[in-house]
């Protein structure tokens, strides 16, 4: 509410709709907000408001939790001015994504005349293609990342639209996150020394950076000796630093009996970097033997 008093408080109007997560509800977050400022569309018919001195209308509806199969637009009535549309709803096919949350397709949108469509469910900022300047939606996403799941990563973005006396819409994405969601996959396998793994790891951390890496792969045993203390090495470099090293493997994984090409791959090189008398030789082998496993794993 306090965020709403912001924009109120400098002359904008609000409008607003119950999503699948903040569904209307007696008792709920969208009842007790009360501010004669901020228009909340409470039911989950389509509703319209219309601000005849502004020229464009706003219509909404909210999600409706026991009949989310419902199309998005079914039963919605195009008023006579431009039209911004709000609505919680799930565009088909979005990024091989199905999902039955009232499914919509940019057909839909066009074919009900909405000018600009506000959407909400899918976290990632993604404009709607519709083929035509006078039809357009836009999810803007979340405007802060909320976990590592690749649609929380990276920039977060609000929409600054306008619409044209001739009802076409430009749309501009402003970026509002001030922290930053990253997540990397690491193959430790080439790195040799100790200094390449924490250059690789240093490219992820900055400030304001939330940051979760999975390490894989069979490093050096110069390398692997130091996995563990990356995270306390990196706290202060990042606003938060996970790392999950469940995916690397070392050669002492590999069971004794293992008769496989890999367990026999193994007991060689074990046994030739026994019978080795130079130290050097014998780290050539013991890494050979590491890349090895590593390319059986890739396998």
């Not at 464009?56 to 419902?70: D, I, N, Q």
């Not at 565009?91 to 397709?105: D, I, K, R, V």
């Not at 069971?255 to 080795?276: N, P, Q, W």
Request: with cysteine; net charge negative.
């Amino acid at each position: 509410m306090v965020e709403f008093t912001r924009f109120t408080d400098a002359g904008r109007l609000i409008f607003a709709i119950p999503g699948n997560h903040d569904y209307a509800r007696p008792n709920g977050i969208w009842q007790r907000l009360s501010s004669s400022k901020v228009h909340v569309f409470m039911d989950t018919s389509w509703d319209t408001v219309l601000l005849e001195d502004m020229g464009v209308a706003v219509c909404g509806t909210a999600f409706e939790r026991g009949g989310s199969g419902r199309r998005a637009f079914d039963g919605f009535h195009t008023p006579d001015l431009p039209c911004i549309a709000l609505v919680h709803a799930s565009l088909e096919h979005f990024q091989g994504q199905m999902n039955g949350y009232h499914p919509f397709s940019a057909g839909d949108l066009e074919a009900a005349g909405v000018n600009y469509a506000a959407l909400g469910h899918y976290h990632s900022c993604q404009p709607i293609e519709t083929g035509s300047a006078l039809y357009a939606g836009c999810y803007p996403g979340t405007p802060e990342g909320i976990s590592f799941d690749s649609p929380e990563l990276g920039d977060r973005f609000a929409i600054y639209g306008e619409v044209e006396d001739d009802g076409s819409v430009t749309t501009l994405p402003l970026k509002t996150n001030t922290r930053t969601m990253l997540s990397a996959d690491i193959d430790c396998t080439s790195f040799d020394t100790q200094g390449s793994l924490f250059d690789a790891v240093r490219k992820y951390c900055q400030a304001n950076n939330l940051v979760h890496l999975k390490l894989s792969g069979m490093p050096a045993e110069d390398v692997a000796s130091v996995l563990e203390e990356l995270s306390e090495r990196f706290k202060e470099s990042c606003h938060y630093i996970s790392i999950d090293t469940s995916g690397i493997l070392a050669s002492s994984d590999i069971a004794e009996g293992d008769l496989t090409i890999r367990g026999r791959f193994s007991r060689h090189m074990k046994k030739t970097i026994e019978e080795a008398a130079d130290p050097e030789a014998k780290r050539l082998l013991a890494r050979a033997l590491e890349l090895g496993i590593a390319a059986f794993r890739e396998e």
